[in-house]
């Protein structure tokens, strides 16, 4: 089984660690659109195309299965997607929302993602969708904080300190008793023990990392070819293939030994 | 005279607010390439391709002198933006540069910038062709919290200290002893103040917004169409209209009315 996975950077890499940790039996493809990024800032429509023409990539290069480990683009572009390509795809704003689903009782959820997963209520509305009420905060230094490694260090407990008292008070005048807290950003894996240190103990965090790879696993469970022949992982990148892999070996939690540069048009 | 200000994004609005303030009776044209932002992590020849498209735009639109008011566009296409069109241009990096060079006595200057600007070495090749030694320091973490708004905030006099402590102790270890810093990236000039607070008081800072307006002034100071009707000055975006305009505003120091959004390809 060849699993693609698509992000519009290197973040995704936390979604493939967790894959392969998971399903090491697999094959993998990683595309990093980062000649495009961030799709953040950009409309629906370019967001869509952008992510349709990835998918189809990953799907030229053999991918039978497709996770789409890009906040944005699970967001915006999903039924885009699918039309796009003739595999199954999962995208990590279902597998979160689909997380907490199962693990709330008191169906209320926190969600903490980049300012445009909030502007685009996605969180809320997949959570609506399954019956919770969710709080989204929009989280813009976490990401910058990671990429510079200030991962145990004081200015990144104090921004998670601020943010999450944001977070609760913004939960008490909804008068809401959230047990679920989701990162709703592929980058905040890497900081989930400082966001558990900081919460209360009643607060289950989801990272969407783990829980996106627990439901590919279900999905595959009985697919005739799971353990293919597994070669190599291959990684692609549209740009700045030296930062992907200096950054990228940080997310993925071992060395990325080639990336291979891919134009995708623009 | 209508003066044309390019920047891929909207923190080139600081030195349209210098200009503004130094130059009232000329008229305005500004363009943020928000849609293809940020040229930081892009090549050299994407970043001279986009660049070279919106000074054209901006030429069309009848702009008779160019600012680049991004540093990435600056470092990376000023040659390309020069050779695509027929009127002067200005870039940031050079006029931070002739900044520091007539500031300077000891001849050795400081640079805060993004990522992407110290990874270029623009601004120390600019320094080193006017005789002068720079030391680059990257700040990736100021432009997100200039946009999250924490200005007078903790967090961010503590990511200061810390960022200017090490850009001291580079020095230190170069045996420089540096009497300017260059703000080398167009949101610092809304931490001017803090920053000013956390160095030396025999450390000058150099706002490249304010230094850019200077020389825009002199270099049209004989300008026979420098006076012309000044109309109402016009924002052009090629995505996000609306960030545009709400943290635009900020930015500018005063509220921006309308913002055409324009398609310049990809």
Tied chains: 1, 2.
Aim: with cysteine; glycine share 6%; hydrophobic share 45%.
């Amino acid at each position: 089984m060849k699993i693609g996975v698509f992000d519009s950077g290197f973040g995704g890499l936390t979604v493939l660690r967790a894959l392969m940790d998971r399903i090491p039996e697999a094959d993998y493809l990683y595309l990093g659109d980062t000649a495009r990024l961030p799709y953040g800032a950009k409309s629906r429509a370019t967001v869509a195309r952008y992510a349709a023409s990835s998918a189809k990539f990953l799907v030229s290069e053999g991918a039978e299965f497709l996770v789409i480990a890009c906040n944005t683009a699970s967001a915006l572009a999903l039924d885009e997607i699918r039309d796009a390509i003739p595999v199954p795809v999962l995208g990590v704003v279902e597998t979160g929302a689909n997380a907490a689903d199962v693990n709330s009782t008191t169906r209320d959820v926190l969600v903490m993602a980049t300012a445009a997963t909030v502007e685009s209520h996605a969180y809320a509305i997949a959570c609506a969708g399954r019956n919770l009420r969710a709080i989204e905060k929009a989280c813009p230094l976490l990401v910058p904080l990671v990429e510079e490694g200030w991962i145990d260090h004081p200015v990144t407990a104090e921004v998670l300190r601020i943010y999450l008292a944001e977070l609760m008070e913004q939960a008490r005048e909804a008068a809401l008793t959230p047990d679920t807290l989701v990162l709703g950003c592929t980058h905040y894996p890497l900081l989930r023990e400082q966001i558990e240190r900081a919460v209360p103990q009643t607060l289950q965090v989801i990272d969407s990392a783990a829980v996106t790879a627990a439901q590919v696993d279900r999905r595959l469970a009985g697919a005739h070819n799971r353990a293919a022949a597994a070669g190599p992982t291959r990684f692609f990148a549209t740009d700045s293939v030296a930062k992907f892999r200096t950054l990228g070996s940080r997310f993925l939690g071992r060395p990325i030994e080639a990336v291979d540069l891919v134009d995708l048009g623009s």
